[in-house]
């Protein structure tokens, strides 16, 4: 799949949901009903492609994109065993390749708040992954209607 593929599938996916494009990357949440400046950016996946935020994954390389995805921790345990620790480092050592494509791994700089990612995902990768984004997106919305119900007091 290409990035485009990946972006539509997610769009077409997801009801409430706000797409947020920033210097060619992009952030999926939930509609929140509140200007999406990116203070109140809080994505339970991202589409990006370029080495802005980090270099561990050469997106720099042609036709390279990273697909991430928040998960709960349970699900990162299940996946990869224990969520690393952050260690102040910018890129956090799990022993995977960061630069490896169509390989679900955990991410190079979330890994500690249970993200994960996937460079290029293939079409068996994407369906494979589904059940990730599904509860990331179920996590987001249920932290979306827990803010709601905050701004509503």
């Given at each position: 799949m290409n990035e485009d593929a990946v972006r539509?599938?997610?769009?077409?996916?997801?009801a409430d949901l706000e797409v947020i494009e920033s210097s060619g990357n992009f952030f999926f949440q939930v509609r929140s009903g509140q200007e999406a400046g990116p203070d109140r950016w809080l994505p339970f996946a991202t589409l990006v492609t370029n080495d802005l935020y980090d270099q561990a994954s050469r997106l720099d390389r042609p036709s390279v994109f990273r697909?991430?995805?928040?998960?709960?921790?349970?699900?990162?345990?299940?996946?990869?065993?224990?969520?690393?620790?952050?260690?102040?480092?910018?890129?956090?050592?799990?022993?995977?390749?960061?630069t490896a494509l169509d390989r679900l791994m955990p991410h190079p700089l979330y890994?500690?708040?249970a993200w994960v990612c996937v460079l290029n995902p293939s079409e068996a990768t994407f369906q494979a992954l589904q059940p990730l984004l599904?509860?990331?997106?179920?996590r987001a919305t249920r932290r979306e209607a827990t803010r709601a119900e905050r701004r509503d007091r």
């Open positions: 539509e599938a997610i769009t077409r996916g997801y697909l991430n995805v928040g998960v709960s921790p349970e699900t990162y345990r299940s996946l990869f065993g224990a969520v690393p620790r952050g260690n102040g480092a910018s890129v956090i050592d799990t022993g995977h390749d960061y890994a500690p708040m599904n509860e990331a997106y179920t």
